[in-house]
């Protein structure tokens, strides 16, 4: 890991530049820190949560520990947090600069605007890479802090919104660091802790002022003494065991063949967790406290992961490996993946994302079959449920994560769509017990392989391969490796560790067998490791190595060693007086190649052995050799098997020459030949023996055919074996999808009942609605048939319930004076435009007719909806204010004095008959006129105007305002006037009220001709 330097330059005003500041070192070599670093990650609401935090460490108290802060600040303002913090601790507060070195018992202080890395024990500054809104500053601190500290990494995660620090936290907790986050009930914003919490990864939940304490607890525990790990070397084993007894009683895994150091690395934080000091005190903890035996399984299984970890190993997956699982693949063939340990998916959807989009670029389609399995059931639930924080943002594209990803603003968090979820099936599966998938063309076991010893590696290698055909690829971790499997596969990318499967040839595979009686943890230190003992078996080794030596030299014998069936495993000596390569093929079956004398007594005596298990032993066996016969013994033993319960029996046999034929038995045999009688009967013998030995091997031609179709029955036997398996791993697939399927089935009945329900509730609430208003409603279709009405409607039509389905023309009525509801229903529905009518029931009710379109939300018509709308009142009303308006008229009329009604603005509303006749105007010329235009402008005055307008401001009466008038119709005369304002309560002015009343004396005019 490379970090380029970046940093922002601080300038004189800069408090944090006026403050001491330790100076940078670039050129520090690197260094493990000796001290426990803990991140501190807040966004809003931050400040409070910090203040609380470090008031509660105590003055002059050393912690032991550096403190980091990285909170989301304004990128275009000066941060003044360090001031800030000062106030609240005695340590040292420093903002950081590049290259700092960070040292115990201080504060450092993310500057704003950038991005922060740890490496080598230096804090190096980063320009910002992604724009402002969709930075992750506390993220990529922790994830740097995990990479460099390991287990001495520790993290807060504070008061804040989204989910920034949740992936940094499982970089922490994958590495055995130390997770806390604050109780979300004291944080201002609980977005950032709930994030974190829900990973299940977090080992204290507290309020910020609670957190100190126990970090020091910790700290103390884990880091501050030593001496609970230096336990004798039996002991610590023997504790071990239990612990493993335990785990694997209560989860039914065995962890006695992980790593050693993984697994006491992940014991001692537990127990540092919970400050226990020694191990047997953990065992314990652990038989008292079955919840903490689930809380160490958890912490075993943290894996690290996330979207298209390791870029450049992904880019290669997808341009040298993916484009050949499809290569001469006919169209609709399944191409086959598994992902062992996928966590909770983010690799299985990577590759399932590269498969999908590299299958969309080909002509031809194919089944993707991606199985992904792990043994944490929690980790396999998050899995299937595909749901994930916003901030992997970071890891996938814009544009992949547009195109197969779903935003939930609610939640803020992102959902795998649909067409990538249903290509994986995820389930649960214990790589070393459980049986393998097979036929597959791709396996990914990324960063599983380191956490397990070599033992285990070394058999797990040989059953992917087993697993994968043979043009399949393996994609490990860039820290694993095949170790010595290299006949088995031969490297595509060695960085990266892709692998390409070689054909198998003569390899023996040591097939990976449950061992779940079998719990063995190696010590570093057995008993034989002592000295004493160690130079005692050395020299006892000497002296048997010199008498074997010796004994080799002065007794020189022919050995073989074969198995049941005559194969030739190992040659001792010289064989060439007793074998000889057989024509045809090359063979090492020791039947084929044994000389003429010897292949019979070697396969009865080697029968014999088999048979019973105890050796055997011919004498004088005449061994033809180069036109000669050799004397020889046969001596065949049974030999101890090893300890592995899968070796094949082997034997031991022993030729040792005893002579010629000539200063053998045979000069015997010569000289009895010399008589007739003699050389007749072992003729006869002879024959006797050729028949028996011609029927001995027609025997053993019928045992060897025999045990060739034996062994053709037995390969078609394991060939169906293995139909079996595939069927079978086929039916568990199937049911794995038909679970999924199910599952899905499930959500969409409970989203349908869910539906079911609102749409109940929307009906009542619809009917008491309906009901509630009484308003008489009735529905109709495109044929006019009755589809719903209201209980008011059966007051106007006569309906029943049954009625529902008949012609509304059929259902007689109460309405008198109309019968066209047929032919304005019909109109409606031809212009879609609403009527409306007011009709008349026999009881005298008076309602507006109202009739609509009925308009579903697509804005579909499916009939028309006619209202009845009760306007009994309001008709009586208007009758009422008909005849009241009539009798003020006449009343009005009836007066004698002229008479004016104004608006607020002097415009006339009435003027009755006696100002007709006064003035001899038209009404058309009085009623709204403005008061001045009236009679050619003969009421134009300002005064009379403005008192006007006073009385209808305030109310105030006008008396005996005279005014002179002059006109063709009344002369010269003296008209005094009366004004009252008339109050109306519902418009927005009133109106004034004048009274006209003539009061100059009466003189006669002559009339003009």
Known sequence: MNIPPAGAPQTADDPAAQSPQPEAEQSASPAELSFPVVGIGASAGGLAAFEAFFSAIPPDTQTGMAFVLVQHLDPNHKSILAELIKRHTCMQVHEIVDGLRIKPDCVYIIPPNVDMALFNGLLHLLEPAAPRGQRLPIDFFFRSLAQDQHERALCVVLSGTGSDGTLGARAIKGEGGMVMAQAPKTAAYDGMPRSAIATGLVDFVLPPAEMPAQLMAYVTHAFGREAHTSEPSSKS??????????????????FSQYKQSTL??????????????????YVRYLQHNPLEIDALFHDLLIGVTSFFRDPEAFAILEREVIPRLFHEKPAGSPVRVWICGCSTGEEAYSIAILLKEHLETLKQDYRLQIFATDIDANAIERARSG???????????????ARFFVMSQEQGCYRINKEIRDLLVFSEQDLIKDPPFSRLDLISCRNLLIYLNGDLQRRLIPLFHYALKSSGFLFLGNSETIGDAHPLFTPVDRKWKLFATKEQQDVTLTPLLPQ?????????????????????????????KRTEQALLRHYDPTALLVTGRGDIRYIYGRTGQFLEPAPGDPTMNVFSMAREGLCHAMRNALQRVVTTGDSVRLKGLRVKTNGDFTLADLSVHPEQRTGHVDTEPLYLAILEITGSVEDGPGQNIEKRSKTGESDSRIAELEQELRTKEEYLQTTLEEMETSNEELKSTNEEMQSVNEELQSTNEELETSKEELQSVNEELATVNTELQAKVADLSRVNNDMNNLLAGTGVATLFVDHQ?????????????INLIQSDVGRPVGDIVSNLTNYDDLTEDLAQVLNTLQPAEKEVRTRQGD??????????????????????????????KMEESLKEARAFAEGIVDAVREPLLVLSGDLHVISANHAFQQFFQLPQSEIIDQPLSDLDEHRWNDPELRRQLLETIAKGKALEDHVIGYESAATGSCSLSLNARRIVHPDADHDNVLITIKDTSPRVDTPKSP
């Not at 010590?523 to 002296?543: A, C, I, V």
């Not at 006019?784 to 106007?796: E, M, Q, V």
């Not at 507006?848 to 009939?863: D, M, Q």
């Open 387 to 401: 749901i994930y924080p916003a901030n992997i943002a970071t890891d996938i594209s814009p544009e992949r994560l």
């Open 784 to 796: 006019l048939r009755i589809t719903r009405f209201t209980p008011a409607t059966t007051r106007l």
């Open 264 to 281: 006491i690395r992940r014991i001692e934080r537990r127990m540092a967790l919970h400050q226990i000091e020694q191990q047997r005190d």
């Open 846 to 875: 008076w309602y507006v007719l109202r009739i609509g379109p009925y308009r579903t939300l697509n804005n579909v018509i499916e009939g028309a909806v006619i209202t009845f709308m009760d306007i009994s009142a309001r008709r």
């Open 516 to 544: 779940r009686h079998m719990l063995s943890i190696s010590s570093p230190h057995t008993p034989s490791s002592d000295p004493e003992s160690m130079s005692r078996s050395k020299g006892k080794s000497d002296l048997r």
């Open 237 to 254: 084993v023997d504790t071990l065991t239990k612990i493993c007894l335990l785990l694997r009683d209560k989860s039914s895994h065995d």
